[in-house]
């Protein structure tokens, strides 16, 4: 429990310095955001823009601004995007939780299917099954989100179409959990691909790591029965290096979800910062880049945790 | 009196009278006999070969337009085709290749270096290192790369440089976790202890004793960094903000295929590109894991 707390507590100066790169990244970027707005040929001049900037508060020193906007954020309040003036903190509330759908699913398939097949080939080394799906896990790591997004939305969009080719819900039908579902196949499918082999892979490496431990031969030689080696000496020491894998895996089921998300025209947070970024939408860039940091402190928070419980040995501090 | 001498008179017999390998010879016999591993090193090969002798294999200036032959499907004049502006696809994707794999590596080299310096570091003296060291990462970490890359690149402007260093500067944090969580189980080990109750020097003692139990781990994550490199460039490129146009790379010709009219009925324009980094990161992966085969220190009695 009081390791618990520290873990907390320690996350608590990270998250600071995250809003202080995020803050720094945004403001000393060259280019003034206003600038982009400069548009002589319908009438908006720098003059117009000046009254902007003082409205908006642009023109405080750079400290005063961060206090001010970190101030803001511990209410709550992340600011209205540029784009079109809509509050930051209700888009992506709606957003994250779309992006949560996406990357959640994927990542369950992914632990179920990738970590019991890397078990089932670790303790069948140089079987049919074990080049089988090794070397169709080695396909699945090599192939980007982008590319098989690409190749997923060919085939069965553009030429089978058995699957939509982009969005949530089916425009104009009640939104129902199948339609989800249906529409959730190929972009989940698409992200769940690089997890599974990920995780097949290291669980197979951990796994034949682990067998030749000399405490494997130990246990089988004062005969304990090899379902117990597997599951009590094998299977919690194997997990080991999976569990950070898992944790690790975090930040690039979110890279994989932009790619996907712009691909299938998912609308969740990836997508969103794609359009964000292009348009200089700093408010709307920091609100996500702010949430995604966030996502992946609880993250790595669950994993350390687990790490924990998994093995004693860790004894931190 | 260093290291070396004394390395230097262990290994002396070895050469002349005993004919017995060094571990890097066994490794590389070992790897030698791995199916997997010689594919993918005779696959990367190939792929190297064919862009670093890009200009010398291709049939048109990969640059050259000629509208009169734009959008063409594959012929025997254009045998992969040509783009909206009819350049030729067979030469951009060797050129393409030649930019995303040099991307790759030099990224891989940068982030590579970092990482296993301040995963070491962490990982042995632990306490108040580690704490800073992790703490940072944990910082670097809590940004997914895409994401933070994507962002600044924005703001720093593309080109090819950028794109390398800000793929490196991001790039460390999973080399120094790995290295870390290496050294913290290898220094538990007897033989640290041991070596440590001796009075061995710290310097030595990591890089003797505890980075060769670090090196097959690492190897396989250095794999994993220049495929990393590979991918992020070509991901950033086919969110249009990676390597910029003119020059191909994988990722920008990857990127034509958003448009739908391409996707549906220029397939000859994206599928090769994206072949090509399939196959690349492919045949990286195989020789990484054949590396990791291969130089196992518990195999070497």
Redesign the interface.
């Given at each position: 429990m009081q390791y618990f707390l520290r873990r907390v507590l320690?996350?608590i100066?990270?998250l600071l310095?995250?809003t202080v790169?995020i803050f720094l990244?945004?403001n000393l970027?060259?280019?003034d955001p206003v600038d982009f707005y400069v548009n002589e040929e319908i009438g908006i001049t720098r003059a117009d823009l000046a009254f902007v900037e003082e409205r908006f508060g642009l023109n405080d020193p750079l400290p005063v601004r961060y206090v001010k906007w970190l101030g803001q954020l511990v209410r709550g309040d992340m600011g209205f995007r540029f784009k079109n003036g809509d509050d930051v903190a209700e888009v992506l509330k709606i957003r994250l939780q779309r992006t949560l759908i996406l990357m959640g699913t994927a990542l369950s398939i992914g632990i179920v299917v990738g970590v019991t097949s890397g078990m089932f080939i670790g303790m069948r080394q140089y079987s049919f099954w074990d080049f089988s799906l090794t070397?169709l896990s080695?396909?699945g790591?090599?192939?980007?989100?982008?590319?098989a997004g690409?190749?997923g939305?060919?085939i069965f969009s553009?030429k089978l179409g058995w699957f939509p080719s982009g969005g949530m819900w089916t425009i104009g039908q009640d939104k129902s959990i199948l339609d989800l579902l249906y529409h959730l196949v190929l972009p989940a499918g698409t992200l769940a691909i690089f997890n599974i082999a990920t995780f097949m892979r290291y669980t197979r490496?951990s796994v034949l790591?682990v067998r030749?431990e000399d405490f494997v031969r130990t246990a089988r030689a004062k005969g304990l029965y090899e379902r117990i080696i597997t599951w009590r000496h094998l299977f919690r020491n194997a997990i080991l290096?999976v569990v950070?894998i898992i944790g690790?895996s975090l930040?690039?089921l979110?890279?994989g979800a932009?790619?996907t998300e712009?691909?299938y025209s998912w609308p969740g947070m990836g997508a969103l910062?794609?359009d964000a970024?292009?348009a200089?939408d700093y408010p709307m860039?920091m609100g996500?880049?702010l949430v995604?940091?966030?996502v992946?402190?609880v993250a790595?928070l669950l994993t350390d945790l687990a790490y924990a419980v998994v093995d004693p040995?860790i004894r931190y501090g | 009196m260093g290291s070396q001498d004394v390395a230097a008179i262990q290994a002396a017999p070895n050469k002349t009278r005993l004919r017995s390998e060094s571990p890097a010879q066994q490794a590389w016999r070992r790897f030698r006999r791995h199916p997997l591993a010689m594919i993918g090193l005779i696959l990367f090969c190939v792929i190297l070969f064919l862009t670093v002798a890009a200009p010398l294999i291709e049939r048109y200036p990969y640059q050259s337009l000629n509208l009169k032959d734009k959008f063409q499907s594959p012929s025997a004049e254009h045998f992969l085709g040509t783009d909206r502006v009819g350049r030729d696809i067979w030469s951009r994707t060797l050129h393409g290749g030649r930019v995303s794999i040099a991307v790759g590596l030099s990224a891989a080299i940068i982030s590579t270096l970092i990482g296993t310096v301040l995963g070491a570091l962490s990982g042995y003296y632990r306490g108040s290192v580690d704490m800073i060291i992790m703490r940072f990462t944990d910082v670097i970490m809590t940004f997914p790369r895409v994401v933070i890359i994507l962002t600044v690149a924005t703001f720093v402007g593309q080109n090819i440089i950028n794109v390398i260093l800000l793929i490196g500067i991001f790039s460390w944090p999973e080399v120094a976790r790995l290295v870390r969580g290496q050294v913290l189980s290898v220094r538990e080990q007897q033989y640290v202890l041991a070596a440590r109750a001796l009075g061995t020097l710290d310097r030595r003692i990591i890089l003797s004793h505890i980075m060769p139990g670090v090196v097959a781990p690492l190897l396989a994550s250095v794999t994993f960094a220049v495929n990393g490199a590979i991918l992020l460039e070509a991901g950033l490129s086919f969110l249009g903000v990676g390597v910029p146009l003119p020059t191909p790379s994988w990722g920008n010709m990857l990127e034509t295929a958003r448009s739908l009219d391409v996707l549906q009925d220029g397939p000859w324009m994206w599928v090769p590109p994206a072949l090509m980094i399939l196959l690349t990161v492919l045949s990286i992966n195989f020789i990484g894991d054949g590396l990791r085969d291969a130089i196992d220190p518990k195999h070497i009695q």
């Open positions: 320690i996350n100066p990270v310095a995250v790169i990244l945004i970027a060259p280019g070397g080695f396909v790591v090599s192939m980007p989100a982008f590319v690409i190749f939305l060919y553009v490496f790591e030749q290096p950070t690790l930040r690039s979110v890279a932009l790619f712009t691909i910062l794609v970024v292009a200089r860039v996500i880049m995604t940091a966030i992946v402190l790595n040995r | -």
